[in-house]
């Protein structure tokens, strides 16, 4: 069952129940434009889904797996870590501003507008569930 994000109540329910991504990793990430050719080589070339599934494993919540879904994807950032470092979590944020739901691999993250290093992702929507 997908639980949607529409204020700052939904936000702090997840990141309680998450554990505020603390010793969390994202396991996966999976993006659908909607664009697609068809069997004929006919193009769609509409990016009208912009989905991104992001998978995040933790050791510390209760909950193992959740999956959390943006939908209408603006933004995205994703700096991996490289293999001689660790990529666990510290912390997360994930805050609604302007009607846009925006989410970064550190609570140090406060606006898309200054030089953020991490991962951070910006949407028109969030849905999450349990995995």
């Given amino acids: 069952m997908y639980h949607t994000v529409t204020c700052q109540e939904d936000i702090n329910y997840l990141m309680e129940l998450f554990f505020d991504f603390h010793d969390s990793c994202i396991f996966k990430l999976e993006y659908v434009s909607g664009a697609y050719v068809t069997k004929d080589l006919a193009m ?33 950032c994703l700096v991996p870590a490289p293999p001689a470092y660790t990529c666990d979590l510290q912390d997360a944020a994930l805050f609604i501003e302007k009607n846009k739901v925006y989410w970064a691999d550190s609570s140090e993250f406060i606006d898309a507008r200054t030089d953020y290093q991490g991962t951070w992702l910006c949407a028109e929507s969030l849905r999450w569930r349990i995995l």
């Fill in 44 to 76: 769609n070339p509409i990016n009208d889904k912009r989905s991104l599934k992001l998978i995040f494993q933790s050791q510390q919540s209760s909950v193992h797996s959740i999956e959390l879904e943006f939908m209408g994807l603006l933004n995205l």
